[in-house]
């Protein structure tokens, strides 16, 4: 009996070291949790909603590293954008944006990124980059809400250099 539990033992151990889920793992194929991801990005969220940039950080980081190929992560990096905007960290909420319009050429917040980028450009009164940028929008993304609002960007930055003109007059 003893001899029959023994054998039965070494059985076992010897499955769990062959077994290679037991194996480490590189890092860059690991393998991939959806809820993992999932649960990260509700983090991400919820930080978002608090407002804290440093946690929305941290979290972004954690989905880029883990998982390079989120299906959130050009969502992450447009409301780490607004946040940072909302906060006047503009130069960090620029560096987003323009994550978003560069490389997530298919993302469906590319056209309200590449807005954000225009706006901006305008509140840090640098006005050619930002009527550039608005144009930009209307060539893209023709009948688009953010075209409809780049437009009107567009008439109000004319509007003030109107103004600016008759001022100087």
Not at 28 to 36: L, R
Not at 132 to 157: D, N, W
Not at 161 to 169: D, I, Y
Request: charged share 20%; proline share 5%; aromatic share 12%.
């Amino acid at each position: 009996m003893i001899k029959r539990m023994r054998t039965w033992l070494i059985f076992i151990f010897s499955c769990f070291l062959s077994n290679p889920v037991w194996a480490a793992i590189p890092k860059n194929q690991a393998p991939s949790f959806p809820e993992g991801e999932k649960l990260i990005y509700s983090k991400f969220l919820a930080s978002f909603r608090k407002g804290d940039v440093t946690d929305m950080t941290k979290q972004k980081k954690l989905l880029q590293e883990n998982y390079p190929q989120s299906i959130h992560l050009d969502n992450a990096y447009y409301l780490m954008g607004a946040a940072e905007y909302q906060q006047d960290h503009l130069g960090e909420a620029l560096r987003a944006f323009d994550m978003v319009v560069n490389h997530f050429p298919q993302s469906s917040k590319r056209s309200t990124a590449l807005f954000g980028m225009g706006m901006t450009y305008r509140k840090l009164n640098l006005t050619n980059q930002a009527e550039a940028v608005f144009k930009r929008v209307i060539e893209l993304y023709p009948g688009s809400p953010e075209s409809q609002r780049a437009k009107l960007e567009l008439q109000l930055t004319a509007n003030q250099k109107t103004q600016t003109n008759k001022k100087s007059e």
